[in-house]
């Protein structure tokens, strides 16, 4: 069972949208590339979670400072940047609950980055990409 939020990285990436990479962020990222065909699919020119996208890898769609997975939605409120890893402050609701979470990001390659929490438990994720 997966201990870290795919939420998580929404938020690491939209908080880079104080620097140029603010743009090259917004999209479809999951853990597992092979099942981006899975995961999203695009109505009306807008990027969307498929119906049981859930079931196939976790992923996020960052739009700016929104960042929505398969259950939960998050704003970023802020975010610190302090070379090569941002720390990132979100609030993400579940559709019950509203709360404020922490987690840092790597940029560790063209269309990768990598997640990380160290709350509850450290946890840390590599992400990619999809093309959409």
């Known amino acids: 069972m997966r201990t870290f939020n795919p939420l998580v990285l929404l938020i690491l990436l939209v908080t880079q949208?104080?620097?140029t990479q603010a743009a090259d962020l917004n999209g479809a990222w999951t853990d597992d590339a092979s099942?981006?065909?899975?995961v999203f699919t695009k109505k009306n020119n807008k990027l969307a979670f498929k119906p049981d996208a859930d079931l196939h890898a976790g992923g996020l769609i960052v739009e700016g400072k929104q960042i929505t997975g398969t259950f939960q939605k998050c704003t970023v409120k802020s975010f610190h940047n302090d070379g090569s890893n941002m720390q990132v402050i979100a609030s993400c609701s579940d559709g019950v609950a509203v709360s404020d979470v922490a987690f840092d990001v790597k940029i560790s390659g063209e269309n990768r980055i990598t997640l990380s929490s160290k709350k509850p438990v450290p946890v840390e994720m590599p992400?990619?990409?999809c093309s959409m």
Do not use: L, M, N
Not at 35 to 38: L, N, T, V
């Open 127 to 129: 992400y990619v990409r």
């Open 17 to 19: 949208s104080g620097s």
């Open 35 to 38: 099942a981006c065909g899975e």
